[in-house]
């Protein structure tokens, strides 16, 4: 999930296909393998996504000491069993239910009781009802790798100047996605995310939690080593200005994946780091602040960028988007034949796939979800061997 929580969730069970002692329990477009009979449809559990860091105590309530990913085993990850593809774990809700009644309405309302020993044995409860957080009640974490040194730097304030960037799990928001809409489905690469902009003089160069924070990479030589300010002066500056020019836009926010060898463990057979373009943003001014523009339009302008950077020096300048693989009606059937498979970078399908970026043809957003732009990860990708790396 691509905002890290763990929530109260009314679930749904329903039998595996492969075995008889197990079943699956369903939160939104999630599957998680559940013992048989310790469930059924309709239960109020709270719902541990992939990610998070347990703490000791509750693996040991759960009896999965030993058995989470990490050096600890206390990660939170996605495995497959009996063939299927299972997310986060199901954590029943231990206690008696509270039933009240809403004065104004008459309704009943149910709350069930969190009760769990902490760290120190001493027994603790919490009412909770559908939808309610219970992340610090638990005391789990979101779990954070360590970044390499080439990707961490000097960075300064730029608060007001960057563009928040997140991609939504479709498995969270399974309906925003309308049934025979036209949508355009892209790759998603195993890189690093990063924004190259302009905020009327500022230059911005951002990971995506700098985005988030409202901050910038400082272009200076002691971040001469940095991987994003090196991909900056290689093809950013030069995408932010022509961008710019070609479109009287002062405020311009280019987003791509930074990805190859050295950066993660999939490369796609690049000896040296690429970048690719997913999605760019325009504005004028602080009454008319940046928005995205729709995918046919920003192919469009990186061909006109090429034409314009050909003229000036006389060779393309050869930034690609990353790879389109469907374009037409949307159907949970297609989004599924997509979302696995091998990649398309490498030219000779060596790595296996991340899963794919939805977004419509035309730019729209959602009351909740906000802009509409989701992903599908393959569970391949998701319960891949190695040397496994999620930097973000």
């Given at each position: 999930?691509s905002?890290?929580?763990?929530k109260?969730?009314k679930?749904v069970i329903?039998?595996h296909?492969?075995?008889d002692?197990?079943?699956?329990?369903?939160?939104g477009?999630y599957?998680?393998?559940?013992?048989?009979?310790?469930?059924?449809?309709?239960?109020l559990v709270a719902y541990?996504?992939?990610?998070?860091?347990?703490?000791?105590?509750?693996?040991?309530?759960l009896?999965?000491?030993?058995?989470?990913?990490?050096?600890?085993?206390?990660?939170v990850?996605?495995?497959?069993?009996?063939?299927?593809?299972s997310?986060?774990l199901?954590?029943?809700?231990?206690?008696?239910?509270l039933r009240?009644r809403?004065?104004?309405?008459g309704?009943?309302?149910?709350?069930?009781?969190l009760?769990?020993?902490?760290?120190?044995?001493?027994?603790?409860?919490q009412?909770v009802?559908?939808?309610?957080?219970?992340?610090?009640f638990?005391?789990i974490?979101?779990?954070?790798?360590v970044?390499?040194?080439?990707?961490?730097?000097?960075?300064?304030?730029?608060?007001?100047?960057?563009?928040?960037?997140?991609?939504?799990?479709?498995?969270?928001h399974?309906?925003v996605?309308?049934?025979?809409e036209?949508?355009v489905?892209?790759?998603k690469?195993h890189?690093?995310?990063c924004?190259?902009?302009?905020?009327?003089?500022?230059?911005?160069?951002?990971?995506?939690?700098?985005?988030?924070?409202?901050?910038?990479f400082?272009l200076?030589?002691e971040?001469?080593?940095?991987?994003?300010?090196?991909?900056?002066?290689?093809v950013?500056k030069?995408?932010?200005?022509?961008?710019?020019?070609?479109?009287g836009?002062?405020?311009?926010?280019?987003?791509?994946?930074?990805?190859?060898r050295?950066?993660?463990?999939?490369?796609y057979?690049?000896?040296e780091a690429?970048?690719?373009?997913?999605d760019i943003?325009?504005g004028?001014?602080?009454?008319h602040p940046?928005?995205?523009?729709?995918?046919h339009?920003?192919?469009k302008?990186?061909?006109?960028?090429?034409?314009?950077?050909?003229?000036?020096?006389?060779?393309?300048?050869?930034?690609q988007?990353?790879?389109?693989l469907?374009?037409?009606p949307?159907s949970?059937?297609?989004m599924?034949?997509?979302t696995?498979?091998?990649e398309t970078?490498?030219?000779?399908?060596?790595?296996?796939?991340?899963?794919?970026?939805?977004?419509?043809?035309m730019e729209?957003?959602?009351?909740?979800?906000?802009?509409?732009n989701?992903?599908?990860?393959?569970?391949?990708?998701l319960?891949r061997?190695g040397?496994?790396?999620e930097?973000?």
């Open positions: 999930m905002e890290f929580s763990v109260i969730h679930i329903e039998e296909p492969n075995a002692a197990i079943e699956l329990a369903i939160v477009g599957r998680s393998i559940v013992r048989k009979g310790d469930f059924k449809t309709g239960d541990i996504p992939e990610q998070a860091i347990v703490p000791d105590w509750l693996i040991e309530k009896g999965l000491t030993g058995k989470l990913a990490g050096s600890k085993h206390n990660r990850k996605a495995i497959r069993l009996r063939g299927i593809l997310q986060g199901i954590l029943k809700l231990w206690g008696e239910p009240m809403n004065r104004a309405t309704e009943i309302i149910v709350e069930w009781s009760v769990f020993p902490n760290a120190d044995g001493v027994e603790r409860s009412y009802e559908e939808g309610e957080d219970v992340t610090d638990l005391g974490k979101k779990w954070e790798p970044i390499p040194t080439n990707m961490t730097g000097k960075v300064i304030n730029a608060v007001g100047k960057t563009v928040k960037y997140d991609i939504e799990n479709w498995k969270n399974p309906d996605i309308r049934e025979g036209p949508v489905f892209t790759e690469l890189g690093t995310l924004c190259f902009g302009l905020h009327i003089v500022d230059r911005i160069v951002a990971t995506k939690n700098m985005c988030a924070k409202g901050q910038t400082v200076d030589e971040n001469a080593s940095n991987l994003y300010v090196k991909m900056y002066y290689k950013g030069h995408l932010v200005d022509h961008i710019a020019q070609l479109t836009s002062n405020m311009v926010h280019v987003f791509g994946e930074i990805f190859g050295g950066v993660q463990d999939l490369h057979g690049q000896a690429q970048f690719r373009v997913f943003a325009l004028r001014d602080e009454t940046s928005e995205f523009i729709s995918y339009n920003m192919v302008l990186l061909e006109n960028v090429d034409k314009a950077f050909m003229a000036k020096a006389g060779e393309p300048l050869g930034v988007t990353v790879p389109k469907y374009e037409g949307f949970v059937e297609v599924e034949e997509y696995d498979g091998k970078i490498s030219g000779d399908a060596s790595n296996v796939r991340e899963g794919i970026v939805m977004r419509p043809m729209r957003r959602d009351l909740e979800l906000g802009r509409v989701l992903k599908s990860v393959s569970g391949d990708y319960t061997k040397n496994v790396t930097f973000q």
